[in-house]
């Protein structure tokens, strides 16, 4: 078994702009040649799938259009010789099929929407846009005042402390000519 890093799966799928990456492509073509044949098993995860989107759609890098992307993808993940956990075997299909749907919506919030489906649950998020989308149901928070939150070890009270986030909070200045500086309060 191999595992993939997001570079094979781009080296794979766009065109060679030097010889070295001329090389890579030809080597990454070799690789799933045989995982297609069924020679070779690889896997991958869901991190390296979203850089590897991300790059392709970036407009400051390939500018592909995200039905192309979602296809690409679709193929290499049907090959005989990938395994990625049960899961996201299911998972990927409906992501793909949302990202297409809403391109501007991104892949990371289309794997979110496609994660939330399959397991059923309400999403907690304070993105407006996300929430928005039709098909996940949203958690809210509970207002009562005798309401009981529950912890890993059972009920909390509400006199217990909820433990702080460890480390001093991080603010991030806006960026000037991609040059950031997080400071700490």
């Not at 297409?100 to 998020?125: N, W």
Request: with cysteine; net charge positive; charged share 25%.
């Amino acid at each position: 078994m191999i595992f993939l890093d997001t570079n094979v799966f781009l080296r794979y799928l766009v065109a060679p702009t030097s010889p070295a990456t001329k090389a890579m492509r030809e080597a990454a073509r070799a690789l799933f040649e045989s995982v297609n044949e069924g020679r070779e098993t690889v896997s991958t995860t869901e991190v390296a799938l979203h850089e590897a989107i991300s790059v392709l759609a970036s407009k400051t890098r390939y500018g592909r259009n995200p039905a192309a992307i979602a296809a690409a993808v679709r193929l290499i993940l049907l090959m005989p010789g990938v395994q990625v956990p049960r899961d996201q075997k299911r998972r990927f299909p409906r992501a793909f099929d949302r990202y297409e749907m809403e391109p501007k919506r991104g892949f990371a919030d289309a794997v979110v929407i496609a994660s939330v489906g399959q397991l059923g649950i309400p999403l907690a998020t304070f993105d407006e846009d996300l929430g928005k989308c039709p098909t996940i149901s949203l958690w809210t928070p509970r207002t009562h005042e005798d309401q009981t939150l529950v912890g890993v070890g059972g009920p909390i009270s509400r006199a217990t402390r909820l433990p702080r986030p460890p480390g001093p909070a991080i603010v991030v200045r806006p960026c000037e000519r991609r040059r950031c500086s997080p400071t700490r309060s």
